[in-house]
């Protein structure tokens, strides 16, 4: 069998098993969204909290609530990582420094999982299980509550109530995240995932030698860090090192685990607003530009120019030998698509045009298909804009769903869109513009150095959390700086989605006219993906110009 038919044969099975999910995953976020029913163990930690389940939010409380819960995330992981050398399981690592404490306590709570840091070398069990994996649950959770929120704000009329955040990240948490990690940590560690709480174990290699093998909780922290978009791997490695990844079937499994909840939330859209149709409109959107990028970076990485890589057939270098390029291809699109840091290969090897579609999927919003609600919420806000300029080229005031997108809504919607690329070239261009910064975090010059730089600020606005490594981001200016951008990427454009629910739910449905735009055909996806890749094309190709276009054309 060619490598070739293998690598489609391989997105063909994962189709297949997304597909199998969307209805039965999607049906069952919808019941989680919808149910006048509150579980056992819901209703005790509402007693414990002090929370009254029934009673829903305003847009601003709801905020609030959202913004106050990841405070106190912060605080709690921030204290942990630096009193580590004075709690249980610590493996005799030392406190995370401040810098780095405050980088990784902003980075796990915004769903980012940044890492500047080895994990197996920096942290104990204690704070990669209690605190890094009980955030990657949380943080995947607030990302559901807000999308849940935009959803009722559409399907809702002359409400001016848009949920109970504290009922969504409950329910979230224990009907969604928590039963689908465990049963996936199950198989991973069928698979030979490690799952241990001792610490490190010497071993005898081949030659003779002693080497010193760590061991974790790494099964129970690999199940969520992909099924929440999270990314973040308990070893330096990530998804490459084989305790993490041990086969290319747990490999295909976990590509599945980061698409499975995107892919199905269009689905309970549908449902939710009473139009399935409205949800095949998204899927196909989001399917559309995933697929696309696979087939770019696939031949990217299978077809490269250069001696090298043509004379070993792919570009190999950086590549898990185990899985391949193709597979890297796969898990690399599907990983920057998703807000997920997880990553199987080293990005900074990918060839220029397969680390160009890579940066470019992260800078489109992470739509393709987005994180964990993040990637619907994303894709409604970008469906808000295409009917604006639907609007504009026939001279009628915009609707969507039955909603009038007025001058409040595009305000929302504009802010939404100049957040992150704001973060991201401001941010970069810092780093590239003052020589002390580039010569520390800076290994490579010339067009290739530009993209080390770029990438990792799109990864931290966009809150992904891969990087290319040639990046040094362990300095205390760049802890400090990538801190404050993934706070700002992940909360300021929240707090607008919000905004934009609360306005939403305030109107009175307007019924469908002649001139109406049908919003659930081929010709509003077309509209729709356009809209996105224009707007993504317009802000940041004048720096891809100079970085992975310029790479890949030398």
Do not use: C
Not at 136 to 142: E, I, R
Not at 531 to 538: I, P, Q, R
Request: glycine residues 12%; aromatic residues 8%.
């Amino acid at each position: 069998m060619s490598a070739t038919l293998a690598a489609w044969l391989q997105v063909g099975l994962l189709v297949l098993m997304l597909a199998a999910v969307h209805v039965p995953l999607g049906d069952h976020l919808w019941r989680t969204w919808t149910s006048p029913r509150h579980l056992r163990v819901e209703r005790v930690l509402y007693r414990v909290g002090g929370i009254d389940p029934d009673a829903e939010q305003t847009w601003p409380v709801y905020a609030r609530s959202l913004l106050a819960f990841s405070a106190v995330g912060v605080l709690l992981l921030y204290a942990l990582l630096r009193l580590q050398a004075h709690l249980p399981l610590a493996l005799g690592m030392p406190g995370v420094e401040p810098a780095g404490a405050w980088n990784t306590a902003v980075s796990f709570v915004t769903n980012t999982n940044w890492q500047w840091y080895s994990g197996e070398q920096t942290l104990g069990h204690l704070a990669q299980a209690a605190g890094l994996t009980v955030q990657n649950f949380v943080s995947a959770a607030v990302g559901l509550a807000v999308a849940a929120a935009l959803v009722r704000g559409f399907a809702r009329s002359a409400a001016d109530r848009v949920g109970s955040f504290w009922v969504d990240v409950v329910r979230g948490t224990v009907r969604v995240l928590l039963p689908l990690a465990f049963v996936a940590a199950v198989v991973l560690l069928l698979g030979g995932v490690v799952q241990s709480f001792s610490g490190p174990q010497d071993v005898t290699t081949l030659s003779g030698a002693t080497q010193q093998v760590p061991f974790g909780p790494v099964a129970s922290q690999e199940a969520i860090k992909d099924l929440g978009t999270n990314g973040g791997g308990f070893f330096n490695a990530n998804s490459a090192h084989p305790f993490e990844n041990p086969t290319p079937w747990t490999n295909l499994l976990e590509v599945f685990l980061l698409l499975a909840i995107p892919f199905s939330l269009p689905w309970t859209f549908g449902r939710t607003v009473g139009d399935r149709r409205q949800g095949f409109a998204v899927l196909g959107v989001m399917g559309g530009l995933w697929a696309a990028a696979v087939a770019v970076t696939t031949w990217a990485e299978t077809h490269a120019l250069g001696t090298v890589p043509q004379a070993a057939g792919a570009a190999l270098e950086g590549k898990e030998v185990r899985f391949g390029p193709a597979a890297s291809a796969l898990f690399a699109v599907s990983t920057t698509g998703t807000s997920t840091g997880s990553v199987n290969a080293a990005h900074d090897s990918l060839t220029a045009l397969g680390g160009g579609t890579a940066m470019l999927s992260m800078m489109l919003g992470e739509v393709a298909p987005g994180g964990v609600g993040a990637g619907l919420y994303g894709m409604l806000v970008m469906a808000v804009l295409a009917v604006f300029l639907a609007g504009l080229m026939v001279g009628r005031t915009p609707e969507y769903l039955g909603k009038k997108i007025g001058r409040r809504e595009v305000t929302l919607v504009a802010l939404y869109v100049l957040t992150v690329p704001t973060l991201v070239l401001v941010g970069a261009a810092l780093t590239a513009g003052i020589p002390a910064l580039t010569a520390a975090s800076v290994q490579e010059a010339g067009p290739h150095g530009l993209s080390e730089i770029l990438y990792a600020y799109a990864s931290a606005a966009n809150n992904n959390g891969s990087a290319f490594a040639g990046f040094s981001a362990g300095t205390p200016y760049q802890n400090v700086a990538l801190g404050l951008v993934m706070l700002l990427g992940r909360f300021v454009p929240v707090v607008l989605v919000l905004a934009l629910a609360g306005s939403l739910a305030r109107q009175d449905r307007v019924p469908a006219g002649p001139g109406t735009l049908p919003t659930h055909g081929p010709v509003f996806a077309v509209l729709l993906a356009g809209v996105v890749v224009v707007v993504a094309g317009l802000t940041f190709f004048p720096a891809l110009a100079l970085a992975p276009v310029a790479e890949a054309l030398l």
